[in-house]
């Protein structure tokens, strides 16, 4: 987080821009709690949309905005570590996905005999040993993370409770004035960003 903290506010994302990827982010991910009776393709094409867009808006925040994104994650209402591994949990999804991953492989009914309710499936440790010692602890890490806050839970609410957070985060931002480095950004018309087709995401971030 240090290049995070100290390039905070140069070629900043425009908060006119955030504002449409949350409102996209959002209703990807609202659109899944109405999801118990669709089949599994037309679910997993929803879980990768959801997916993209909250790694998005998560990055986007952390790499051009980690104070307000700091001040969002001590807020009271936040369960910090929580939220922290859950977001890094669909790291590792969207890691995977890049990788050509089937969203399918991903998503489970959920245990209890419930028919429309829909979990994280878990899953075995990754192949890992083509990756830099490095990149293997990352992608670890996040694994780990996976398994922790997702495998097993249910899938709507992991996505309530992340775009919930990002959401408040990115008010953090709409609340501040332009950083130094981009004057003008907040009346700037960008076209909103269109998330790829769910068998074209785009290769493996570090965020």
């Given at each position: 987080m240090a290049w995070n903290r100290e390039h905070?506010?140069?070629a900043?994302?425009?908060?006119?821009?955030?504002?449409?990827?949350?409102?996209?982010?959002?209703?990807?991910?609202?659109?899944?709690?109405?999801?118990?009776a669709?089949?599994?393709?037309?679910?997993a094409a929803a879980v990768g949309?959801?997916?993209?867009?909250?790694?998005?808006?998560?990055?986007?925040?952390?790499?051009?905005?980690?104070?307000?994104?700091g001040r969002a994650l001590a807020s009271k209402a936040v369960r910090r570590r929580k939220t922290e591994e859950t977001l890094e949990g669909l790291r590792y999804v969207r890691n995977q996905l890049g990788r050509s991953v089937d969203p399918a492989e991903f998503v489970c009914p959920a245990a209890g005999g419930d028919s429309t309710a829909w979990a994280w499936r878990p899953l075995p440790e990754p192949g890992l040993g083509g990756l830099t010692p490095r990149a293997?602890?990352?992608?670890?890490?996040?694994?780990?993370?996976?398994?922790?806050?997702?495998?097993?839970?249910?899938?709507?609410?992991?996505?309530?409770?992340?775009?919930?957070?990002?959401?408040?985060?990115?008010?953090?931002?709409?609340?501040a004035p332009p950083g130094p480095g981009t004057p003008g950004l907040r009346g700037s018309r960008l076209p909103a960003p269109v998330p790829p087709a769910s068998s074209r995401l785009p290769a493996p971030w570090h965020a």
């Open positions: 905070a506010g140069v900043a994302a425009p908060a006119v821009a955030i504002d449409w990827s949350v409102t996209a982010m959002t209703e990807a991910a609202g659109r899944l709690a109405a999801a118990g669709w089949d599994l393709p037309r679910l949309e959801a997916v993209w867009w909250v790694t998005l808006v998560d990055a986007t925040l952390v790499r051009y905005h980690p104070r307000d994104y293997r602890q990352w992608e670890l890490s996040r694994y780990r993370a996976y398994q922790a806050r997702l495998a097993g839970r249910d899938i709507a609410r992991t996505f309530a409770r992340c775009t919930g957070f990002l959401a408040q985060a990115a008010d953090q931002v709409g609340g």
